[in-house]
Structures are given as structure tokens and as C-alpha cells.
């Protein structure tokens, strides 16, 4: 028992449950965007195979009969026997294919992996290298193994490995006569309905089909020898593709396959790996490839993997934020909705398809007499799981039922024949017969053979870069409106990144151009469109005036926001920022302001395409400043020295990484940098020093400090906040111990090699390999109050340190953290926990949060349920807007066009003001009057209550 068993047994039961009329994902009886069925991916914490082998007991005892499955246990010696993927893979499917074809899983049928068998039968064919004529040799077996009884004997059978090679015994070839030229048209490939298995190797899409251009020859390409000289990778993704390809063909709805319709529940396979595991790894990375391939069809495999380790694709994110989320066992359920409302496009990227879940340990069993409530709780909870319940298939496609409906049938086709005459009965068939123009219109849905590229798709790429690929489609990629129109202010173009995910990169007047139009973006677009209307109204009435554009640069995935609670928040200050101005203001010196929007791709990606197209914006006029930016990484510094160069001004929201402008000095910002988090870190340490010294009575202070750092090289913010840190505690006099972990997006990037610790964290971190989660760096420090933790990293990974057991520590968490506690019904980790957390702007004294001019604004994001008041998002970006209207205002104040130009020259006069850093803005003089918004620390108690933290309340009213 463990907690969250029953979520996620429930999370499993809706995995498997195959729709009535569609196939999965159905939320609230609709289709979801994207067919298709995630992989879940299960972190257990212990290395015994009980997870497995519970849930295969579940799929066993499932009422009213079992679940199809196969369990597949992977040693962690298993891998080592094949260097050769196609092998590995080869290895790995075949056992899991016999078990799902055999024994008490063919209750509806056999499932039979005609394709699946003939690719792993050819790549086992050696024709040797002396043979003449091994043309010959391989079309003379191909014939012995269609003339078997079965050709699917050299599949299932549990003979010795050298049968998989030898043709089958001739009497079984005696017992059926098929003629020579027969087995020819089969193969030919070119009669419809026969051969299929042959015909699908020649629309594949891994292998060139087109050579030779035959199946004899394709297929000589697969055999021992020849496939030396193919891609291994590519046989591999072969045969995952003709294994899900043949679970497809055999789940299809047919009225004349009754079959199909009867199969009313997923298979699942279980992988149960330990180690590495790294066959199962590349299991799934292979079928996420299969997946998502724009010619690939929904196939119903569930696929369960269960292991010590996330695979490396299962965390792969950007620089800030994982683009995978991880969900603990109790969260399972809220995982898979998220997962299924995720895509909006034709396709999934590779990361789109895993679901990783996080196990917990089991419950230790308490004492003979022990009164443990918690256990208790679990065992009553497992106790009530329910088994799981298959729907009964429909009436038609039932046993008993379908002989008496065709009986039925045939009896009205003899009577209605009968009534009209022979001469009537071709004329029923004559919606089956082309016409001259084309197919005729049939009562059902047109049924193509497998494999046959629907009418306009085109293959797209595997994901990786490509010397020469189509050109991209915005309808197709999901994004219809990146198409540029400079007359509505839209300079965008359809690009793909290194990872070979699509984004609309350049600048628009609408969220939606980049992004899908859910919750929240739908109605600020609407927002949005009405005040640049209202603008340009303001203009035709007063051409005098002149008009300033802000374009709010952010990262959108593909189609998909990057942080949607983040970008909407500042979002919804730019837009309090230009309606509350433009309402307010007028006469010629007062600008009229404008909003428009710009995407830079994941993670910023794709910056120079980005930076090209804001300089078009800015000379058709369209672009005076830009505002927001991401994330404190390589990608964003590399942009600001783009647009610097284009002398485009920058005025950032929420970066603080130091010297993250690099002498670029049309770089500006509002937030305060890591220099002075460190400082007002160090103050509160001070503080909760003395407080310790007076409640343990000791003698000394406590002089300990330990720093949690991302083992991130990309992530300058982290890389700069933990020097400054160093720095502050140094001077401090305290003790320094720096603990390093691996975050979800460097796991497969090498992350937890020394070097990259070192790079990141410094010579002196401290790394546990095997023990490299952020809860387990929580597990280590355990144990320590009289030791200041100071969190430098993201807010996810943070939820996951604070879920530790007997939780203790004396916390405090860098900026990046406020976005946790501001939306906190959505991260349960944090709840029963008190910590301190640094809050970039906090509008209030004590426990109140003063109102905001954006207060209003926030139902139109979606974002009733966020304490925006605590998050710095909204307050910075209304100061970043702000800040370049006020330059602006002052450009036509002293009489000057308010040019790009002349507007960097005003906020470098309003900086030198400010009297701060090169490129520092005055946030409180951005506010006006809530002159009260500043750096502070807050207390997010255990009672979900946000506060001024005390200690840094007393010190302040000390020293006042």
C-alpha cells in the first residue's frame, strides 16, 4: 500500500476503457483534439517488482473478464546482449507479442501481427553470402512460409530461436495446395485486400519503399546480411511501427469484422524494468517517434512502464520550465485530463506522450497495537478499491447475437431479390462501383487501406533536423492564422526548431495566432483587439497624436503556452497598463498606446527569426518597445544583444539574473536583481539566526547555510543568484554547503555528469548520482533546524523537495517560488508547509495586499482562482508597460517623435535617475501611487495563510 494507490488504479481503469462510439482521450463525452493514449511512466521508490505485478492482478480479476495484457521484466544485464537497437527491439516485442496473442487474452480473437511477424522474421533470414541467386533463395522461403498452415507459427511458437530462421516442415506445406502464381499476386502487392502485410511494406514510412521499389526487394533490404547497410534505428522503428500498426488493424470497427467492435478494452503491456532500464527507454522514446509521425494512426496500446529512474525523454523541458509535468500517485487522474485537454495540433511532439507519475514508498505496517491513522486510512482506502469493469460489448457485434443478424440479412436480400427481380439485385450494388467522376458516395465513411496517406497530408519530419523538408503548413500544424499581414500588424513565419517542434515566430495583434484559444485567451484576445481599436479610433479623431506600440515577447510551445498562469498574469497588467492610460489620458503630449504580442519559440528558441521579424515590425511602424521576456537563460541574453544591435529598446518584467543585458544598453528592467534578493536573503538569515540563539538558549548563532542549486548551465538566473549568495554569506561569515540537483529538463542532457555539476553549482557542490531528485537533496538535509536552507531553483522542482515525510526544515526560497504559492489549490505539495520565499513585488503591508489597477482585469484571463496580489507577474509587467508610456510621454514632451530611439534615450535618463544599476527602472514610480509595491520577504504558512514574513516585519520596525 502506498499512498495514492486508489487514484491511480483509477487513473488506469480510464486508460483502458475504449470509448463506445470514438477512441481516447473522451473528456465529458466529446473526442479529445489528438487521439491517442499517453505512457505513463511510474517512478517507484523502491526496486521490487510488487507495482507490476499489483497491477497485472487488477488487469487478471477485471470483471466481467480480464483486461488483454503482457508483462515484460527487463534485467538490468538485458540490454547488454545487442548493440544493435533493431535487435534490442526485436528481442523486447517479441515475447509481449505471444503473450497478447495467446492463452487468455484471445477471448475476442487473436490479435495477428501479420506485419509484425513478417518484418521479424525477414531481419532473422540469413541468405548467406555464398548463394548465387539469393533473390531466389528469399522468394522460395517467403512461398514456404505462405504455404504453412499458419504463417504465424514461427511467431508464437516456444521452440528454439533457430525456428524463428527455418521454413516450415513440409507436411504442413502439403496440406494446402496454392498455386505458384498466386502466392505472386500476393506478393505483387498489387491486388487490394490481398497480401496486405506485403502491400504495408511498401507505405511505410522509415524505409525508402521506392528501393527497389518491389516487395521481394524491400524485403531483401531486412534480411541478416543486407540490413547491415540500413539505418538500425530505422528497422527499429520498423518494427514498433508494424507492432502498433497490427493492434490498430485488429481494433478497427468494422460491421463485417464483429471483432474489432467486441474489443471493448485497450491492451496494456507492463514494462518492469530495473536499473536503467534502458531498453524499455527506448521503447517508449520509439514509439513516441511512431506516434508522432504525421502519417501514424491512433493505435490502442497502453503502454506501463515502471522503474527507479524517469526515462531521459520522459523529463525533457526548456530552461526554466518542464515541458513533461510529474505527478505524484494521488494526482494521477488530474494528470491524464491535463494530458488529454494538452495538445490542440494534428500531431504530438515525442514529450507530448508521456504521463509520468511518481510512486511513493509503501506504508510501513505499524506495530502489533500501534495506532497509526495514516496506515489506517491506506488500508481502508485499498480495502474499497474496486475491480475493474469492462464495458460489454455492443449487442451487434456480440457471438450469439451476430449469427442471427446475418441470418436475418440474407433472408431480406432472398425476399427483397425475389419481389424485384434478378435484374434489380446489381443495382444494390451500384454504390459500391466508381463512377466516372471519381468514388461514388457511399452511406459510410470511405475505409483506405492501412497505411495509405490520407488526401493532402504529407510525411513530416522524425523530429530530427533534416537537409531538406516540406514546407510547413500552418493549417495542418494548428496554427492557421500565422500568416503574415503587415496591414493588421501581423509579421509572423511557420518555423520549426532544433527539436523539431513548430512555432509561429514574429509578432501579431493576437494570442491565438500563437497559441490555442482556451481558457482565459480567447476573451483577452477580445480584450486586446478592442483597445488597439479603440487606439486607432483615438488617432482618426486626433491625428495629432501619436501612437506607441508594446509588444509583449514570451515563449509559446508549438501551439501551447509556455507558463499559462505567468504569461496571462502579465498579460493582464500590459493590458491594465494600456486601457487605463488611453482612458485616462489625453491631449498631444499623451501618447495613445497599443499592445501587440511576439513569440520566440520554446524557450526563445528561435530568437534571430524572432529579432528579424520585430526589426520588420519596427519599420513599418508597428513597434516601439518591447516588453515581458521569459526566462533569465542564454537564449533570452542572446536576444537582447540582437535587438540591441536593431537599437530596439527591451524593458524586462521578471528577469533579475545579473548582467543578464551584458552591456547591451537598450536593456532595461523593472525587477530587482539577484544582488539584491542575495542581500535581503542574508538579512532574513541574520534574523532567523538570532531568533534560534533565543529559543535554543545556545551561545553561539547558528552560522550554517545550505544552498539548493539546479544543476542547470543554460539557467543564468540560478547560475547567478548562488554566486551572489556565495558572495553575501561569504561576507556574512557563515558556512557554506552547496547541494546540487539534476532538474527534469538536464536529465537527458548530461546534467548529472561531475563536469556539469561543477559548471553549474561550483567545484565544491555536492551530488549524490544516484539520489539526484530534489527530494532527495530534502532527505539529506532532514534532521538539521539549526541550519538555514536557502532554495535557488524553479518552482516545480520545488514542489517535489517539499513532499518529503517528518518535513523540517528551515526554508527559505528564492523569487521563483512565488508562482507556486500564488496558485496554490493547484500545487497541493506546499500545503501543511511553512517556509519563507522572496516575492519580487509585494503590494501590501503585513498580511494585506493592497488592490491593484489589474485587479479588475483578471476574470479575463481565467484567473479568479490566482492570488495575483502575491504573484510578481502582474505588478512588474504593469511597471515594465508603464515605464515605456512615461518614456514616451517625456519624448513628446520635449518635443521629439517618440521613436524607437528617442524612447531608449528617455528610460536611460529615467535609469540614471533611478540612480540604481546601468539599465534599472524605478518600479514604485512606475505605480504611482502604490508606491508600497517592493522586494520583500513573505510567509506562506501552513494554514495556506500569505504574509510579510514576521522576522523581516520586526527588523523593519526596528530599524524605523
Same mark, same amino acid.
Given at each position: 500500500? !502506498?499512498?495514492?494507490?486508489?487514484?491511480?488504479?483509477?487513473?488506469?481503469?480510464?486508460?483502458?476503457?475504449?470509448?463506445?462510439?470514438?477512441? @481516447?482521450?473522451?473528456?465529458?463525452?466529446? +473526442?479529445?483534439?489528438?487521439?491517442?493514449?499517453?505512457?505513463?511512466?511510474?517512478?517507484?521508490?523502491?526496486?521490487?517488482? @510488487?507495482? *507490476?505485478?499489483?497491477?497485472?492482478?487488477?488487469?487478471?480479476?477485471?470483471?466481467?473478464?480480464?483486461?488483454?495484457?503482457?508483462?515484460?521484466?527487463?534485467?538490468?544485464?538485458?540490454?547488454?546482449?545487442?548493440?544493435?537497437?533493431?535487435?534490442?527491439?526485436?528481442?523486447?516485442?517479441?515475447?509481449?507479442?505471444?503473450?497478447?496473442?495467446?492463452?487468455?487474452?484471445?477471448?475476442?480473437?487473436?490479435?495477428?501481427?501479420?506485419?509484425?511477424?513478417?518484418?521479424?522474421?525477414?531481419?532473422?533470414?540469413?541468405?548467406?553470402?555464398?548463394?548465387?541467386?539469393?533473390?531466389?533463395?528469399?522468394?522460395?522461403?517467403?512461398?514456404?512460409?505462405?504455404?504453412?498452415?499458419?504463417?504465424?507459427?514461427?511467431?508464437?511458437?516456444?521452440?528454439?530461436?533457430?525456428?524463428?530462421?527455418?521454413?516450415?516442415?513440409?507436411?504442413?506445406?502439403?496440406?494446402?495446395? *496454392?498455386? +505458384?502464381?498466386? !502466392?505472386?499476386?500476393?506478393l505483387g502487392a498489387g491486388l487490394p485486400g490481398v497480401g496486405r502485410e506485403y502491400r504495408w511494406l511498401l507505405r511505410q514510412p522509415y524505409l525508402d519503399p521506392h528501393s527497389p521499389g518491389t516487395v521481394l526487394g524491400f524485403a531483401e533490404r531486412l534480411t541478416l546480411e543486407q540490413r547491415r547497410d540500413e539505418d538500425p534505428t530505422d528497422i527499429a522503428r520498423l518494427l514498433v511501427l508494424a507492432f502498433l500498426t497490427d493492434l490498430a488493424h485488429a481494433y478497427r470497427r468494422r460491421f463485417w469484422r464483429a471483432r474489432g467492435a467486441r474489443r471493448t478494452s485497450y491492451p496494456v503491456v507492463l514494462l518492469d524494468g530495473t536499473g536503467d532500464a534502458t531498453g524499455h527507454a527506448q521503447l517508449l522514446h520509439l514509439v513516441s517517434e511512431v506516434r508522432s509521425h504525421p502519417r501514424h494512426a491512433f493505435d490502442p496500446l497502453v503502454l506501463v512502464a515502471a522503474a527507479q529512474a524517469f526515462p531521459p525523454e520522459a523529463t525533457r523541458g526548456d530552461g526554466q520550465h518542464s515541458a513533461v509535468v510529474r505527478w505524484a500517485a494521488s494526482e494521477a487522474i488530474d494528470g491524464y485530463e491535463a494530458w488529454c485537454r494538452r495538445p490542440d495540433r494534428p500531431a504530438r511532439t515525442r514529450t507530448d506522450w508521456y504521463l509520468p507519475v511518481s510512486i511513493p514508498s509503501v506504508e510501513p505496517k505499524p506495530a502489533a497495537g500501534a495506532d497509526d491513522e495514516q496506515y489506517a486510512a491506506l488500508a481502508h482506502a485499498a480495502g474499497n478499491a474496486r475491480r475493474f469493469e469492462v464495458a460489454a460489448a455492443p449487442l451487434w457485434a456480440r457471438p450469439a447475437?451476430?449469427?442471427?443478424?446475418?441470418?436475418?440479412?440474407?433472408?431480406?436480400?432472398?425476399?427483397?431479390?425475389?419481389?424485384?427481380?434478378?435484374?434489380?439485385?446489381?443495382?444494390?450494388?451500384e454504390l459500391l462501383r466508381p463512377g466516372p467522376g471519381g468514388p461514388a458516395a457511399t452511406a459510410g465513411p470511405a475505409v483506405l487501406p492501412a497505411g495509405t496517406p490520407t488526401p493532402g497530408s504529407a510525411p513530416g519530419p522524425s523530429g530530427r533536423p533534416a537537409k531538406s523538408q516540406p514546407a510547413l503548413d500552418p493549417k495542418k500544424e494548428g496554427l492557421p492564422d500565422c500568416v503574415s499581414d503587415e496591414t493588421a500588424g501581423r509579421f509572423v513565419e511557420l518555423a520549426r526548431d532544433a527539436n523539431g517542434a513548430v512555432s509561429c515566430i514574429g509578432v501579431a495583434g493576437q494570442i491565438g495566432v500563437f497559441a490555442e484559444s482556451r481558457a482565459g485567451i480567447s476573451e483577452l484576445d477580445e480584450k486586446f483587439a478592442q483597445i488597439n481599436a479603440e487606439a486607432d479610433r483615438h488617432h482618426r479623431e486626433?491625428?495629432?497624436?501619436? *501612437?506607441?506600440?508594446?509588444?509583449?515577447?514570451?515563449?509559446?510551445?508549438?501551439?501551447?503556452?509556455?507558463?499559462?498562469?505567468?504569461?496571462?498574469?502579465?498579460?493582464?497588467?500590459?493590458?491594465?497598463?494600456?486601457?487605463?492610460?488611453?482612458?485616462?489620458?489625453?491631449?498631444?503630449?499623451? +501618447?495613445?498606446?497599443?499592445?501587440? !504580442?511576439?513569440?520566440?519559440?520554446?524557450?526563445?528558441?528561435?530568437?534571430?527569426?524572432?529579432?528579424?521579424?520585430?526589426?520588420?515590425?519596427?519599420?513599418?511602424?508597428?513597434?516601439?518597445?518591447?516588453?515581458?521576456?521569459?526566462?533569465?537563460?542564454?537564449?533570452?541574453?542572446?536576444?537582447?544583444?540582437?535587438?540591441?544591435?536593431?537599437?530596439?529598446?527591451?524593458?524586462?518584467?521578471t528577469l533579475t539574473a545579473d548582467g543578464l543585458g551584458n552591456g547591451a544598453d537598450s536593456y532595461f528592467f523593472v525587477a530587482a536583481q539577484n544582488a539584491e534578493q542575495a542581500r535581503l536573503i542574508g538579512q532574513y538569515a541574520q534574523e532567523w539566526s538570532a531568533e534560534r540563539m533565543r529559543i535554543t538558549k545556545v551561545v553561539a548563532p547558528p552560522r550554517e547555510v545550505a544552498i539548493v542549486c539546479p544543476a542547470d548551465g543554460s539557467n543564468l538566473w540560478s547560475k547567478s543568484l548562488l554566486a551572489r549568495l556565495r558572495e553575501e554569506f561569504g561576507n556574512l561569515g557563515w558556512n557554506v554547503a552547496v547541494y546540487a540537483y539534476v532538474p527534469d529538463d538536464y536529465d537527458s542532457a548530461g546534467g548529472n555528469t561531475p563536469e556539469a555539476i561543477h559548471e553549474a553549482c561550483g567545484d565544491d557542490a555536492r551530488f549524490d548520482e544516484k539520489n539526484s531528485e530534489p527530494d532527495d537533496v530534502a532527505k539529506q538535509l532532514r534532521g538539521t533546524p539549526n541550519r538555514l536552507v536557502v532554495f535557488a531553483g524553479r518552482w516545480q522542482p520545488f514542489n517535489l523537495f517539499l513532499k518529503i515525510r517528518d518535513f523540517d526544515l528551515q526554508v527559505i526560497a528564492a523569487d521563483d517560488v512565488s508562482s507556486a504559492v500564488a496558485r496554490r489549490y493547484e500545487n497541493p505539495e506546499i500545503d501543511n508547509r511553512t517556509f519563507s520565499y522572496v516575492s519580487l513585488s509585494y503590494c501590501g503591508e503585513g498580511a494585506r495586499a493592497e488592490k491593484m489597477p489589474y485587479d479588475g482585469y483578471l476574470k479575463l484571463g481565467d484567473l479568479d482562482g490566482i492570488n495575483a496580489r502575491i504573484d510578481s507577474h502582474a505588478p512588474l509587467a504593469l511597471a515594465a508597460a508603464q515605464s515605456v508610456i512615461d518614456a514616451a510621454a517625456a519624448a513628446l514632451k520635449a518635443g521629439q517623435e517618440p521613436t524607437p530611439e528617442q524612447v531608449m534615450a528617455q528610460l536611460k535618463i529615467m535609469s540614471q535617475d533611478f540612480g540604481g544599476l546601468p539599465g534599472a527602472l524605478d518600479p514604485e514610480e512606475a505605480l504611482g501611487d502604490k508606491d508600497i509595491c517592493r522586494i520583500s520577504v513573505l510567509q506562506a504558512r501552513a494554514d495556506r495563510h500569505v504574509q510579510a514574513d514576521p522576522l523581516m516585519e520586526r527588523r523593519r520596525s526596528r530599524l524605523e
Open positions: 500500500m !502506498f499512498k495514492g494507490a486508489r487514484q491511480l488504479l483509477e487513473c488506469l481503469e480510464r486508460l483502458i476503457q475504449r470509448p463506445r462510439r470514438h477512441e @481516447a482521450p473522451v473528456l465529458r463525452g466529446r +473526442p479529445g483534439p489528438v487521439p491517442g493514449v499517453p505512457l505513463v511512466c511510474l517512478k517507484r521508490a523502491d526496486d521490487s517488482g @510488487a507495482l *507490476v505485478d499489483g497491477l497485472a492482478r487488477y488487469l487478471k480479476h477485471a470483471e466481467p473478464r480480464r483486461v488483454p495484457h503482457a508483462v515484460h521484466r527487463e534485467t538490468a544485464a538485458a540490454p547488454t546482449a545487442s548493440t544493435d537497437p533493431a535487435d534490442l527491439i526485436a528481442d523486447l516485442l517479441l515475447p509481449i507479442a505471444r503473450d497478447l496473442a495467446g492463452g487468455a487474452n484471445t477471448v475476442n480473437g487473436r490479435v495477428r501481427f501479420s506485419r509484425f511477424g513478417l518484418v521479424h522474421w525477414l531481419i532473422r533470414q540469413d541468405l548467406g553470402t555464398d548463394r548465387l541467386d539469393p533473390h531466389a533463395v528469399l522468394f522460395q522461403r517467403l512461398r514456404e512460409r505462405d504455404l504453412g498452415w499458419s504463417k504465424y507459427t514461427t511467431l508464437f511458437s516456444d521452440e528454439a530461436p533457430e525456428l524463428l530462421e527455418a521454413p516450415v516442415v513440409r507436411w504442413a506445406r502439403l496440406a494446402r495446395v *496454392v498455386p +505458384p502464381l498466386w !502466392f505472386r499476386v500476393r447475437v451476430a449469427p442471427v443478424i446475418a441470418a436475418a440479412l440474407a433472408v431480406a436480400v432472398l425476399t427483397g431479390a425475389t419481389a424485384a427481380g434478378v435484374p434489380g439485385v446489381p443495382q444494390a450494388f486626433a491625428p495629432s497624436r501619436r *501612437v506607441i506600440t508594446l509588444v509583449y515577447v514570451s515563449s509559446f510551445l508549438g501551439n501551447q503556452l509556455d507558463d499559462p498562469v505567468s504569461q496571462k498574469l502579465e498579460s493582464v497588467g500590459f493590458f491594465s497598463a494600456a486601457a487605463d492610460y488611453n482612458r485616462q489620458r489625453q491631449g498631444d503630449s499623451k +501618447p495613445i498606446v497599443k499592445v501587440l !504580442f511576439a513569440n520566440g519559440g520554446d524557450d526563445l528558441s528561435l530568437h534571430s527569426l524572432l529579432a528579424t521579424q520585430l526589426e520588420k515590425a519596427r519599420d513599418k511602424g508597428r513597434l516601439t518597445a518591447v516588453v515581458g521576456l521569459d526566462g533569465s537563460t542564454v537564449a533570452t541574453q542572446e536576444l537582447i544583444q540582437e535587438l540591441s544591435v536593431r537599437r530596439i529598446p527591451v524593458v524586462s518584467a
